[in-house]
């Protein structure tokens, strides 16, 4: 089997596994509908006082809430994807066997995430978002092309999104427990990606530098794509520079952190 | 007859919060054999907890109202909110556990066990690190008080605590509610997080920001309202949402008897629903 098979086969393989768990999906759109109505309300009102604020009208804001909605298990804004099975098989050593397989550690995991990615956007993301546009006035763009091109930068949101939670997984090779790093992710995913608040709303530096950091790429940067505020090409080299950045690190703490391997082989 | 019913059942409740207290203290003493993890944990709660105050702050520093409604004020409804959800989150946060034992079949170890199953399965996992919310919701309430110019009267300082025990109590029986929900959906927990986490968060906001149909929807069918809009209202000399009459500013503790019974008869039902996985 070629290479590009093998990690094409545990994409969906990934997919249909997510795929099984219909009431929790279910259950899943339920959630985020109900919370992507709370804030559409809260955006609104602060539209309201604030028209135009952070360069979005009010259509627009309404739009990057659903949109949040349907990226925020999709990207796994908060966590939630690979990295607590791949944290638990360090803690047991179990990711001793992994390492002898004839496929790539990370190359493996990112299959497999991008498979949980895909069934997500279908699974969880789709619905909110259509609901959002059905029952609010949204800015949603009429040519497919930027559709298309949100899309992609949603992919490159992905592999940005895996390449953190691939570090963040790595930890456990020297902390163990996982808790408190899968918690500090959590707050900064929801902080840094725009899930609180639109990136350009936040006040002076503070927004400069939560734009400069890799989480903006989840939420922010397809949101700006798909309401026609940032230039594609600029938004995919940013993108992709932080994912190129991402995964060499995750090979280079993947590699000192094998060597330690041993020490766990339980 | 009747008599020997009431005792029986009053029996039973007493039984049930001796079971209840005496899990809770034995999940204590287990989570202090690792005090440096406790504490971390708890701190974490808080800054998890305190990330949604932070975007309201964030708001405020581009605006100086949301919906007519000024920080301080807002602040006073998030802290109530807050404080009233943590302490239900506290008692029997662990209920959205139970989906996971339908599941896998382990609700059976705790139907054979001599003692109220509800009491077990609140008590299931106490976590202590969950006063982190508490802790959180009680500063911003603080922070309101202090900002706030109310014109205090014995009836309003007797409705604070008051409103906050109901509070908790609407919330437990929302979390009881979602578990009973959940022995026939089994893993839709994430139903009920819509419920009880989407809850507290509306309620940090004024009622004046969300739709009339909204409001209503939760002021009749699920009276969330109850847990601090109204009473709120009544205390900051706000209009009442849906222009309520006055006097519905001290009902909560009404509401929260008949949500807890409501969500007792639900869990009844949920239970003898029950069939085990057989594994």
């Known amino acids: ?266 | 007859m009747g008599e020997t019913v009431r005792a029986a059942r009053a029996g039973r409740v007493a039984e049930g919060l001796r079971v209840y207290g005496l899990i809770v203290v034995m999940w204590i003493k287990s989570t202090m054999a690792y005090r440096a993890s406790f504490v971390m944990t708890t701190a974490g709660n808080f800054a998890a907890t305190a990330l949604d105050f932070v975007a309201i702050l964030l708001m405020f520093s581009r605006v100086d109202a949301l919906g007519g409604w000024t920080l301080p004020e807002i602040a006073f409804l998030y802290g109530l909110s807050g404080i009233a959800f943590g302490l239900a989150d506290l008692a029997i946060g662990s209920m959205e556990r139970l989906g996971r034992r339908v599941r896998d079949g382990t609700l059976d170890t705790l139907l054979v066990r001599p003692a109220p199953v509800l009491a077990q399965v609140a008590a299931d996992r106490f976590a202590l690190r969950r006063l982190g919310r508490v802790v959180q919701g009680a500063l911003v309430l603080g922070f309101a008080l202090a900002h706030l110019d109310i014109d205090w009267t014995p009836l309003k300082v007797l409705l604070m605590p008051v409103m906050l025990l109901s509070g908790a109590a609407i919330f437990s029986a929302v979390f009881i509610g979602g578990a009973a929900f959940q022995f026939v959906a089994q893993d839709a927990s994430e139903v009920q997080n819509a419920f009880t986490y989407g809850g507290t968060t509306l309620l940090q906001y004024p009622p004046t920001v969300f739709g009339k149909e909204l409001v209503r929807g939760v002021t009749f069918v699920l009276p969330l309202a109850f847990v601090n809009w109204l009473p709120a209202s009544h205390i900051l000399e706000r209009p009442y949402p849906l222009d309520l009459p006055d006097w519905v500013a001290f009902t909560p503790p009404l509401v929260a008897v008949a949500c807890c019974a409501l969500a007792g008869l639900a869990w009844r039902a949920g239970l003898m629903s029950y069939r085990s996985t057989g594994s």
Do not use: H, K
């Open chain 1, 1 to 266: 089997m070629g290479t590009g098979r093998l990690y094409a086969a545990v994409a969906v393989g990934n997919f249909r596994r997510y795929a099984t768990y219909r009431a929790a999906t279910a259950a899943g759109v339920f959630t985020n509908t109900v919370f992507g109505l709370i804030l559409v309300y809260t955006y609104l009102a602060l539209w309201d006082e604030r028209p135009q604020l952070g360069g979005y009208d009010q259509a627009q804001a309404v739009t990057y809430v659903w949109l949040g909605q349907a990226l925020l298990s999709t990207l796994a804004i908060g966590g939630g994807g690979f990295e607590t099975e791949l944290m638990e098989r360090i803690r047991t050593g179990d990711v001793a066997i992994d390492l002898y397989r004839p496929a790539d550690l990370q190359l493996w995991w990112l299959a497999s995430d991008v498979g949980r990615a895909f069934f997500q956007l279908l699974g969880r993301g789709v619905v909110p978002f259509a609901f959002g546009a059905l029952a609010f006035d949204v800015a949603l763009p009429s040519d497919p092309v930027t559709w298309a091109a949100c899309l992609v930068a949603v992919l490159l949101g992905m592999v940005v999104s895996f390449g953190i939670r691939y570090l963040l997984a790595l930890s456990a090779f020297w902390l163990l427990d996982g808790t408190g790093a899968t918690q500090m992710a959590w707050l900064l995913g929801f902080f840094c990606s725009g899930m609180l608040l639109p990136l350009n709303v936040f006040p002076g530096m503070l927004g400069e530098v939560v734009r400069a950091l890799p989480w903006s790429s989840l939420l922010q940067a397809p949101a700006d794509v798909l309401l026609g505020r940032a230039d594609p090409v600029g938004t995919y080299l940013f993108q992709g520079a932080w994912a190129v950045a991402l995964l060499a690190a995750g090979r280079l703490v993947q590699s000192a952190a094998t060597r330690r391997v041993v020490v766990q082989g339980g």
